[in-house]
């Protein structure tokens, strides 16, 4: 087992290429290869897993308990595999909690991982003043270390050979490992959550080919595995779920629309004992008969609404399913359909399932972000009064009008400021716009 991270000083450097690039041409090359990615990411790991063949495991310091994240590792670690882990942000990067420091950067997890960190730069606006990048990120922080460096967006030969003299001249133990070039067409498309979604991607595979290609030309890979190493070995500590099982019989929603769960919360269910069965409200399928729960993950229903709202089978199925005394959980999109309404980006309103008292709007798009702890104002599906959670919130829609119901959750932000009440429950039925990760046994 020997894992790399793939950090940078910055978002948008080309952390994602890299990444992709490089598991694609080790599983090409017969490497047993796996990943990971830091933070609370959804959409990342999705293209992760195609370029791999393999799932992806989200590793998230601040959310997950150590338990959780220990168990995490071991599952990456099971094997003698290589590990290919993307960072989050710029390296450094990470939450302020109440102590003032910074929690859940990509450096939490280089130090708790023991793996190198490859460091890639783009360098389109800069030369040598580059070297000076690389080595003031060498010494930030104690316990990091800085293995190697790849150089992104550089203009052609004479800039490759600046870069690479820069840092022979002043870093001579940190290797440049390859410098790709500027201009090579290698763009994803993006929308207001991130990247368009992997399920979404008209050529995906080319992309991914020809990510590897340029990875294999550009990049010194011998150099590169000679810099991966393992970190510390570990077993899982306990077979506790993240979240708790929502039911013995779970009908978990996926597709374009509802494609934000985490793989660690799903598997936590199923080794729980609980079955999940998978349904999709856009082929206008309904959660499974017999299911005594469902859960409603978020993803881009405000993209779909005029299709899920004219979707009988599935809404009529989920109110019955809900009807019949079944728990129901949705989470940010999964909340937005079960309210009342759900207004398009045109303007243009849509009834949803109207099992709880909300109406969202994507109309005039603002963004929410951060983690969040969040703690049960009342018992229900997801545990007894005062259970707490850790979450993160990221979406552009919001509510409109959330009267009529009782509140889910007493919020604060990951400082521990008040952020007031978030979400309704109405009986079994519960949902709020927050990602849940985990318990919050001890919260940060």
């Not at 087992?1 to 090359?29: C, E, Q």
């Not at 950067?105 to 130090?111: G, L, P, Q, V």
């Not at 399932?353 to 104002?377: I, M, N």
Request: hydrophobic share 45%; net charge negative.
């Amino acid at each position: 087992m020997s894992g790399v991270i793939i950090a940078a000083p910055a978002s948008g450097s080309g952390k994602t290429l890299v990444t992709l690039g490089l598991l694609r041409h080790l599983a090409n090359a017969g490497e047993d290869v796996v990943s990971a990615k830091v933070g609370p990411d959804y959409i990342d790991p999705a293209f992760h897993a195609a370029a791999s063949g393999q799932a992806c495991r989200n590793l998230d310091a601040w959310a997950m308990q150590p338990e959780t994240l220990n168990n995490q590792l071991a599952e990456l670690t099971i094997s003698d595999n290589l590990i290919v882990c993307e960072g989050v942000m710029g390296l450094f990067d990470g939450a302020r909690v109440a102590s003032g420091t910074l929690s859940g950067s990509t450096a939490d997890i280089a130090r708790i991982s023991g793996w190198p960190v490859v460091l890639i730069v783009d360098a389109r606006a800069q030369a040598a003043s580059a070297a000076a990048v690389v080595r003031g990120f060498t010494t930030h922080q104690p316990g990091i270390t800085i293995a190697g460096v790849i150089f992104n967006r550089v203009g052609g030969a004479a800039h490759a050979a600046i870069l690479r003299q820069a840092c022979t001249d002043t870093l001579p133990d940190i290797p440049v490992l390859g410098c790709l070039p500027r201009g090579a067409g290698m763009q994803l498309p993006s929308r207001h959550l991130g990247l368009v979604q992997a399920l979404e991607h008209p050529d995906l595979e080319a992309f991914i080919d020809g990510a590897a290609a340029m990875i294999g030309d550009h990049i010194d890979i011998a150099a590169l595995r000679r810099l991966m190493h393992a970190g510390e070995a570990r077993q899982p500590i306990s077979n506790r779920p993240a979240l708790p099982p929502l039911g013995q019989r779970i009908a978990v929603a996926r597709d374009a629309a509802f494609a934000f769960s985490y793989a660690h919360v799903l598997d936590g269910w199923q080794a729980a004992g609980s079955e999940v069965d998978f349904f999709s409200p856009l082929a206008d399928e309904a959660p499974k008969s017999g299911s005594d729960a469902v859960y409603l993950p978020g993803g881009y229903p405000e993209l779909h609404a005029g299709k899920l709202a004219g979707n009988s089978t599935f809404l009529q199925g989920l109110r019955d399913t809900a009807e019949s005394g079944a728990a129901v959980f949705g989470e940010c999109g999964g909340y937005m359909v079960l309210g009342r309404a759900l207004t398009d980006g045109n303007g243009e309103p849509h009834t949803m399932a109207g099992l709880l008292a909300v109406e969202t709007s994507f109309a005039s798009p603002k963004l929410t972000l951060g983690y969040r702890q969040a703690k049960l104002v009342a018992g229900g599906p997801l545990g007894e009064a005062g259970t707490a959670f850790q979450g993160h919130e990221f979406h552009y829609a919001k509510v409109v009008n959330e009267t009529g119901a009782d509140p889910l959750f007493q919020i604060t932000d990951a400082a521990g400021n008040e952020l007031g009440h978030a979400g309704q429950h109405v009986g079994r039925v519960v949902g709020s716009f927050i990602h849940l990760i985990d318990r919050a046994d001890h919260p940060s």
